[in-house]
């Protein structure tokens, strides 16, 4: 194993990989439909990385130390044969924990298969438990029913217990904490409440749309009491409280008032092989061509990751809400 890090000594140790830009939803906090529209040009086959450019970038990294792989999008499962990427990657010695993030559409009817194939976990975002809320934030009408579904499903299929996924805005769904708690408490699933980040420049974000951890967390203790629970790994960026009547836990993350850049070890890849080692990254490294064009990618990660010096919430949550423009969400995966 070849030992990597940063200008701050963080090592790499999770990997994100976005397999397609495109999504069936169109959430108004990642793709809202006024960019997304039906005019909008999404990556041509050709420039998104094959299963076996995935894999082999994988290979690199996990010969850096990465140990979680995650699969993202975009809606991940929209890609075709997403079962032979997962598989491939299974395959790796070092790739401990092989998850993937979806919206949930797609899964229950994948589920079984992807689990056949090597997936270990699975993240499903739901935003609110009412379908007037849901449906106005993923702004294609699709029930709540369906991800609920989802869930279940891949949790019989063994791909449990799920992380399910809200984002938080201000105005628009922090109305629905305690419901999403109420309705997972004692299922086995953990909610993760995520603050509003501002990646991208599309989303229309402002600070003052921003519900922080500490309030959510107040507002479930009130009902159900919590107690903070110790990370599972050095990194995790979600604080993990647990209720104290023993029926299960909820996590945070709140990357905007309590930033974690300084144990940050993730880096991520978008769908046409560029490395952000950020997620709110302007630009980013095209690994894709290093690779067709026989170059060395291990020495380029190597010398990436080696410059690394990025602590954008930090710097943010100490100066201004946007010092850069980073990445669409979409593209970058989240």
Sequence with gaps: ?????????RPIRDLRISVTDRCNFRCIYCMPREVFGPDHRFLPREQLLTF?????????????????????????????????????LAAIAGVDDLTLTTNG?????????????????VTVSLDAMDDETFMAMN??????????????????????????????QRGINEH???????HFKGSGHIVRFIEYMDVGSTNGWRLDQVVPAAEIVAAIHKVFPLEPVPPNYPGEVANRFRYRDGSGEIGVIASVTQPFCGSCTRARISAEGMLYTCLFASSGTSLRDVMRTGGDVARV????????????SEDRSAHTPR???PVEMSYIGG
């Design 176 to 182: 629905a904490i305690l419901d999403m708690a109420r």
């Design 301 to 312: 990660l190597d010398e990436v990751w080696e410059k690394r010096e990025d602590r954008y």
């Design 52 to 88: 076996s450019e995935i894999a082999t970038l994988a290979r690199v990294f996990v010969a850096r130390g990465v140990q979680k792989v995650r699969l993202t999008g975009g809606e991940p499962l929209l890609r075709k044969g997403m079962e032979r990427l997962v598989e491939m």
């Design 1 to 9: 194993m070849v030992m990597v890090t940063d200008l701050f000594e």
């Design 105 to 121: 559409s797609l899964l229950a009817r994948k589920a079984q298969s992807l689990v056949d194939a090597g997936l270990d976990r």
């Design 139 to 168: 702004d294609v009408g699709f029930p709540v029913a369906v991800v609920l579904e989802a869930i279940e499903v891949a949790s019989a299929c063994g791909l449990g217990p799920v992380k399910v996924n809200c984002v938080v």
């Design 323 to 325: 010092l850069v423009v």
